[in-house]
């Protein structure tokens, strides 16, 4: 079974920085589509950085270029997001996707959540100003 497992979110204050977590299972990540999202309380949900092995590319949303970053550690298993000078509007629940077999773009996969077919279960990230 394919599995994500989200972890790492928590309480910030402004400023600080936050590396999440999405731990795979039942797949590798080497033709794989993942992708980070958020969605904060009334709000849809974001696209914030996707990785897609289509086209080798990351795609980062406006919100998240030069403050977030998408790594991996493939012996592992697991992609990170790594949040950095954060802010209160960053507040919200964060969620890792993916598809075993990347069929689009990254920029595809970020601003078409429902492309994805497997998610996490979300990790909470609160930030005070």
């Known amino acids: 079974d394919v599995q994500l497992q989200a972890s790492g979110g928590g309480l910030m204050q402004a400023g600080g920085s936050l590396t999440l977590s999405c731990a795979a299972s039942?797949?590798?990540?080497?033709?794989?589509?993942i992708g980070w999202f958020r969605q904060a309380p009334g709000k849809e949900r974001e696209g914030i950085s996707c990785?897609?092995?289509?086209?080798?590319?990351?795609y980062y949303a406006d919100s998240a270029k030069g403050r977030f970053a998408i790594s991996s550690d493939n012996a592992r298993n697991t992609v990170y997001l790594h949040l950095s000078d954060l802010k209160p509007e960053d507040t919200a629940v964060y969620y890792c996707?993916?598809?075993?077999?990347?069929?689009?773009?990254?920029?595809?996969?970020?601003?078409?959540?429902?492309?994805?077919?497997?998610w996490g279960q979300g990790t909470q990230v609160t930030v005070s100003s």
């Open positions: 990785f897609s092995s289509v086209d080798g590319r990351t």
């Open positions: 039942g797949f590798t990540s080497d033709d794989a589509a």
């Open positions: 996707a993916a598809d075993i077999v990347g069929y689009y773009s990254g920029s595809y996969y970020c601003q078409n959540y429902n492309a994805y077919t497997y």
